[in-house]
């Protein structure tokens, strides 16, 4: 079993930056990739990032690119999500997923955490 908890969410302007963190625990968490998603009001979960076990490999969905970085340190069994130059777009509730594969498909996750809001006012 494992179980994940986000922080570091809030209200931030136009421009601003947020670290997200999430938390994870359990026996196979270190061998778990991990992703972040988000759900915007009325809208379907997207995929945002995602990271392998190892860290050697990271995606990243095109909108985010170049503005979001996901790294972990899997000494801390934690997982980031840093977000730079954040736009209104990014506002939504964005949760942390683990699962075997670093993969863009949420239900290819298995473990989820309970979400935490980033809203970015224009």
């Known amino acids: 079993q494992v179980q994940l908890v986000e922080s570091g969410g809030g209200l931030v302007q136009a421009g601003g930056s947020l670290r997200l963190s999430c938390a994870a625990s359990?026996?196979?968490?270190?061998?778990?990739?991990m992703g972040w998603f988000r759900q915007a009001p009325g809208k379907e979960r997207e995929f945002v990032a995602a990271i392998s076990w190892t860290g050697g490999s990271t995606y990243y969905t095109d909108s985010v690119k170049g503005r979001f970085t996901i790294s972990r340190d899997n000494a801390k069994n934690t997982v980031y999500l840093q977000m730079n130059s954040l736009k209104p777009e990014d506002t939504a509730v964005y949760y942390c997923?683990?699962?075997?594969?670093?993969?863009?498909?949420?239900?290819?996750?298995?473990?989820w955490g309970q979400g935490t809001q980033v809203t970015v006012s224009s």
């Open positions: 359990g026996r196979t968490v270190r061998s778990s990739a």
């Open positions: 997923a683990a699962g075997a594969e670093a993969t863009t498909i949420a239900t290819m996750y298995a473990y």
